[in-house]
């Protein structure tokens, strides 16, 4: 029996691994531009920190971590997500009495238990953005914008953002009423999970995909009809402030989100292009989990785009991954008393910043410069006892086919 990657995890590799590390250049550069620093924690936490921060009735508590007990007895989950883990490191390490108000953002692996599908895997992985201490909408939209950017950044141009608001605590508590009730009086027509969450997380029942719920949900009171007048100004204002930046979007008053911690404000990021997995990404307000974790009132927005989903558009989007955009020099020796010339030459240019592969199998020009085909390499060098003789190389554009001999110490010149 062969040995083959765990159900639910993926291999990463060749033309796609190029298409990641581009992607995680560009989390880099726009969090760097949006004054956002890295910020990393374990992969896994305490049990507790998810059943408290998440919440014991939502799916990915109840269905979908992976918990094992270690040897000293303690409950372990890997994270299913990264806002609880950063808001307990927050807490721990009483980060935000010297930062009042803090920009981080992550990149990483996130473990749930799912049915795997294209887009959707037991191992998948998250950038995200986290803005601690502000309760005004200038936050929210801080956070959406950097959204916005990383996919515009990456290519991606088909997708739409959805926006809602829950309100506050009151809110929610008015209208979780009013939808139980609603809820309540059609349960016979919805099916065995709607009908599970009309007493365990009843605005979960809003975001099913299930036919024979969406026609009853189409009926449900709207969250909208019940925002206070604070909450209606800081969705007004979130818009006003989307307006002027030019950003585009949609009102979707059933978008909940999953979790338990949000409030205000909710965004999510959709596609077409992805069949049922159409959620690229999404996040909002949660001021209140720091509470929920013991770590007082502190308010705070973020977000999350799922890493695999974003390159699967990219790749519907373009038919592909694209090339790697490395400038590579392959160096070949012609004849044996070339090969140690030729590797302390790619020393050489390797400490001048360039990719370069030397051939390790002592093979004939011709099966070198296959090699170099493909590695994909803009440069090949070729030096043999000609070349030696003389200190030059012939250097050849493997784009255009062009080839010349230069002098040795004139190479960076032309290779950089």
Same mark, same amino acid.
């Given at each position: 029996?062969?040995? /083959?990657?765990?159900?639910?995890?993926?291999?990463?590799?060749?033309?796609?691994?190029?298409?990641?590390?581009?992607?995680?250049?560009?989390? @880099?550069?726009?969090?760097?531009?949006?004054?956002?620093?890295?910020?990393?924690? +374990?992969?896994?936490?305490?049990?507790?920190?998810?059943?408290?921060?998440?919440?014991?009735?939502?799916?990915?508590?109840?269905?979908?971590?992976?918990?094992?007990?270690?040897?000293?007895?303690?409950?372990?989950?890997?994270?299913?997500?990264?806002?609880?883990?950063?808001?307990?490191?927050?807490?721990?390490?009483?980060?935000?009495?010297?930062?009042?108000?803090?920009?981080?953002?992550?990149?990483?692996?996130?473990?749930?238990?799912?049915?795997? $599908?294209?887009? @959707?895997?037991?191992?998948?992985?998250?950038?995200?953005?986290?803005?601690?201490?502000?309760?005004? +909408?200038?936050?929210?939209?801080?956070?959406?914008?950097? =959204?916005?950017?990383?996919? $515009?950044?990456?290519?991606?141009?088909?997708?739409?953002?959805?926006?809602?608001?829950?309100?506050?605590?009151?809110?929610?508590?008015?209208?979780?009423?009013?939808?139980?009730?609603?809820?309540?009086?059609?349960?016979?027509?919805?099916?065995?999970?709607?009908? @599970?969450?009309?007493?365990?997380?009843?605005?979960?029942?809003? %975001?099913?995909?299930?036919?024979?719920? *969406?026609?009853?949900?189409?009926?449900?009171?709207?969250?909208?009809?019940?925002?206070?007048?604070?909450?209606?100004?800081?969705?007004?204002?979130?818009?006003?402030?989307?307006?002027?930046?030019?950003?585009?979007?949609?009102?979707?008053?059933?978008? &909940?989100?999953?979790?338990?911690?949000?409030?205000?404000?909710?965004?999510?990021?959709?596609?077409?292009?992805?069949?049922? /997995?159409?959620?690229?990404?999404?996040?909002?307000?949660?001021?209140?989990?720091?509470?929920?974790?013991?770590?007082?009132?502190?308010?705070? &927005?973020?977000?999350?785009?799922?890493?695999?989903?974003?390159?699967?558009?990219?790749?519907?989007?373009?038919?592909?991954?694209?090339?790697?955009?490395?400038?590579?020099?392959?160096?070949?020796?012609?004849?044996?008393?070339?090969?140690?010339?030729?590797?302390?030459?790619?020393?050489?240019?390797?400490?001048?910043?360039?990719?370069?592969?030397?051939?390790?199998?002592?093979?004939?020009?011709?099966?070198?410069?296959? %090699? =170099?085909?493909?590695?994909?390499? *803009?440069?090949?060098?070729?030096?043999?006892?000609?070349?030696? =003789?003389?200190?030059?190389?012939?250097?050849?554009?493997?784009?255009?086919?062009?080839? *010349?001999?230069? =002098? /040795?110490?004139?190479?960076?010149?032309?290779?950089?």
């Amino acid at each position: 029996m062969s040995l /083959q990657a765990v159900r639910g995890t993926r291999d990463i590799f060749g033309p796609e691994m190029s298409a990641w590390h581009r992607a995680e250049q560009i989390f @880099r550069s726009v969090t760097d531009a949006f004054s956002y620093s890295e910020f990393r924690t +374990p992969m896994f936490e305490s049990t507790e920190l998810f059943k408290r921060g998440i919440g014991e009735d939502t799916d990915v508590v109840g269905k979908e971590m992976y918990t094992f007990e270690d040897r000293g007895g303690d409950s372990l989950t890997l994270r299913p997500e990264m806002t609880a883990p950063i808001v307990r490191a927050m807490i721990e390490h009483s980060y935000l009495r010297h930062h009042p108000t803090t920009r981080l953002w992550y990149a990483g692996p996130q473990f749930r238990y799912d049915r795997p $599908q294209k887009g @959707r895997y037991r191992q998948f992985h998250q950038f995200g953005a986290e803005c601690i201490g502000s309760p005004y +909408p200038e936050s929210d939209v801080e956070v959406i914008l950097l =959204a916005n950017e990383v996919l $515009q950044r990456v290519g991606i141009t088909k997708y739409t953002l959805e926006l809602n608001s829950l309100g506050t605590a009151d809110v929610r508590l008015a209208y979780r009423t009013a939808l139980v009730e609603y809820l309540t009086s059609n349960a016979d027509g919805l099916s065995v999970d709607s009908q @599970r969450r009309i007493t365990t997380n009843p605005l979960r029942v809003l %975001d099913s995909k299930e036919e024979r719920d *969406r026609a009853i949900i189409s009926g449900a009171p709207l969250l909208s009809s019940f925002l206070d007048e604070a909450s209606s100004a800081h969705l007004a204002a979130v818009r006003a402030l989307l307006d002027v930046a030019g950003v585009s979007y949609v009102m979707n008053p059933l978008l &909940v989100r999953g979790l338990d911690y949000y409030n205000h404000t909710v965004f999510e990021f959709t596609t077409n292009e992805l069949g049922t /997995q159409n959620a690229i990404g999404g996040g909002g307000r949660y001021d209140p989990l720091f509470a929920m974790l013991g770590g007082g009132d502190v308010p705070a &927005v973020g977000f999350s785009i799922g890493i695999e989903r974003l390159l699967l558009l990219y790749e519907a989007e373009h038919g592909g991954w694209g090339e790697s955009s490395i400038n590579g020099v392959y160096v070949c020796a012609i004849g044996d008393a070339a090969l140690l010339p030729v590797h302390v030459l790619a020393a050489r240019l390797r400490k001048r910043g360039l990719h370069v592969v030397t051939d390790v199998m002592r093979r004939s020009v011709k099966a070198q410069m296959k %090699d =170099a085909n493909r590695e994909q390499v *803009r440069w090949v060098v070729m030096i043999g006892e000609d070349e030696l =003789a003389q200190g030059t190389a012939v250097v050849k554009n493997m784009e255009s086919g062009e080839q *010349r001999t230069i =002098a /040795q110490h004139e190479l960076e010149s032309v290779l950089l």
